[in-house]
């Protein structure tokens, strides 16, 4: 067993902190600490600064702005303010951003018809409509887009969507046949499967968003691979976006609800050294900085600082594919139950964040009986050394091994490489489990994961797609693309399958996804390890920032830079 160090540990954001955010939304660490749900508008000195501009870092680079394809929340963080859909999570709540109202809903909850604003328009002047809208669904679908997050359509439980997408269907493929079609120029009418609770929440993900169909077939493969090759319809542009280094948003005037747009540029750096990010935050490069645990202290009691609990939550994901001793129930219950869950964020993060051994976080998602997911709910697996190091040696014996190497993969930033030391630690007090780290810069470990190439995929963290368990149960069923451990879990996949058809009984559906986690968490199909926080500081002369625990995590169109 290596011996444990005292590990001096830097967080960068949680909201990206080790790796994937893979979809929905997979994260790495973020730009400066953007998880919390809270506001700052506390300033005295109502003098506005010359410049209407706020300046972010990224512990990693922008991987990707295809509405269509991208998979990770740094992207997301770009697409959600280019591209908006037909809702947005503004302020905390969801309100019509293209829709000019909520939708029309027919009496069993199964069609719903938005109409488009007549003053919404692209930043080359064509009006947005509704075909634009099918367009871009359709595109998600097709094979040749091969988009992971094809499976959002299902998800929304769009009729026709599983069959397009399924390779034994008579529709695989026929897009055409989508739940969805364009009535008029500003009419889009969409037909569910059946009722769907969440359907509307999720009208407001990136993958929804409408494209301008002529403008991406003339860009062809060039599209979104600069700001030159996008369009938008939100309420920014990428102006300026150097790969590796650097990114710019700036306020896009063509956008509908422009006149309360008051940011009028948004810069963001790529900056991967905790420290380094402090020393911008300290010289003002920067107004808003997420802080390690060893930083925390000398802010906390600070008028600039916020410690919030997150909405993501950071799990390992166990590749069967490549060891096979992880089909052993034994093997996953042994190493859940040997790491110390407590001491990771009690002394490594120190930032708010929660041990946990769920996978629905808390304080997300509120059921029909008006009580939060995990209300009444205790942790699972509860176990400890003890029972984890006899569940090992059991396993040993059935597998007939006397040493297992792993290789631990996760990214390369500061909070990657301190967690990855210390979970490895923990994980070789099971005698004759040998860990090595292999950590990777943050598009590599997505497309690592990607392709099923990983031992323990620990880079793994989930932030919400929409509003409903769904969105992070969803992410363990078996056809998930995000899935990639190949673990046969048939008793969950038919709980999963089951919740999907009980949209019109709420409370029915309800007691079905809490059966589906604790199945998925006490069979250790997922390890989860925490729940994420955020300690950020933020400049006191920066007004009317909104932190989210869903939609934008940071909503800064409306507020506004003083003199200092």
Known sequence: MRKEN?????????????????????????????????????????????KQELNFVSSSDLPNVDPSTATDVTSFKVINRTHVGLISIEKKKAVPDIAEAMPEVNEDKTVYTFKIRDNAVWSNGDPVTASDFVFSWRRVLKPETASQYAYIMDAANIKNAAKIMNKESDLYGKVEKLGVKAIDEKTLQVTLEGATPYFVSLMSFVTFAPLNEEFVKEQGNKFAKEPENMLSNGPYILSEWKHGTSWTLKKNDTYWNADNVNITKANYKVVKAQNTQLNLYKSDEI???????EQ?????????????????????????????????????????????RENAVNVLLNNGSLAAQYAVPKDFATGPNGKDFRDGVEDYLPGGVEEAKQLWKEAKKEEGIDTLKLEYLTTDSDVAAELGEYFANQLEKLEGMEVTIKKLPWNAYLETDTNG?????????????????????GYWYSDNPNNTTGMEIDDYDKLIEKARTLGAKPEKRWQVLKEAEK?????????????????????PYVEGVVFQNYGYSTYYREAKVYKH
Request: glycine share 6%; net charge negative.
């Open 453 to 473: 190439n990983y031992d323990i995929g620990a880079g793994a963290g989930w932030f919400p797609d929409y509003k409903d368990p769904m969105t992070f149960l």
């Open 6 to 50: 005292a590990i001096r540990f830097c967080l960068i954001t949680l909201m990206l902190v080790i790796g994937l955010l893979m979809a929905a939304c997979s994260s790495n660490s973020s730009t400066a600490n953007e998880d919390t749900d809270d506001t700052v508008d506390k300033q005295q000195n109502k003098e506005l600064a010359s």
């Open 519 to 539: 199945v998925l968490i006490e069979n250790a199909y997922a390890i989860p390890t925490y729940q994420s926080g955020s300690a950020t500081i933020l400049k």
């Open 296 to 340: 925390v202290d000398a802010y906390k009691d600070k008028s600039d600082f916020h410690k919030i609990p997150g909405n993501g939550v950071f799990w390992w994901k166990l590749n069967v594919n490549n060891v096979p001793e992880f089909k052993n129930e034994k093997v996953r219950k042994a190493m859940s139950m040997v790491i110390n």
């Open 287 to 293: 107004q808003m900085d997420g802080l390690s645990s």
